[in-house]
């Protein structure tokens, strides 16, 4: 499992999650979403403009507006 810090807490998210995490936000990338992370031209054009470096960027800041839900067996809200 992966440690990542969070602003508030620090959670673990497997492989997975953040391969999901950020190839959804990669996709909102794609179709016009606002950057969540002040980027500069220059940043910009390091990165190559890339939707899916941009959301790594903005996993490893904590700003990601994804969230997992893991379901449990015999969870009473489900």
């Not at 794609?30 to 403009?49: Q, V």
């Not at 941009?54 to 997992?68: N, Q």
Request: aromatic residues 8%; hydrophobic residues 40%; charged residues 35%.
């Amino acid at each position: 499992m992966v440690k990542v810090a969070k602003a508030k807490s620090e959670e673990e998210y497997t492989k997975y999650e953040i391969s999901r995490m950020i190839g959804s936000r990669a996709l909102q990338l794609a179709m016009g979403a606002p950057f969540l992370i002040k980027l500069t031209k220059k940043d910009l054009e390091k990165l190559g403009y890339n939707p899916i470096e941009i959301a790594k960027l903005e996993f490893k800041e904590g700003v990601l507006p994804i969230t997992i839900k893991r379901p449990m067996p015999f969870d009473e809200e489900n």
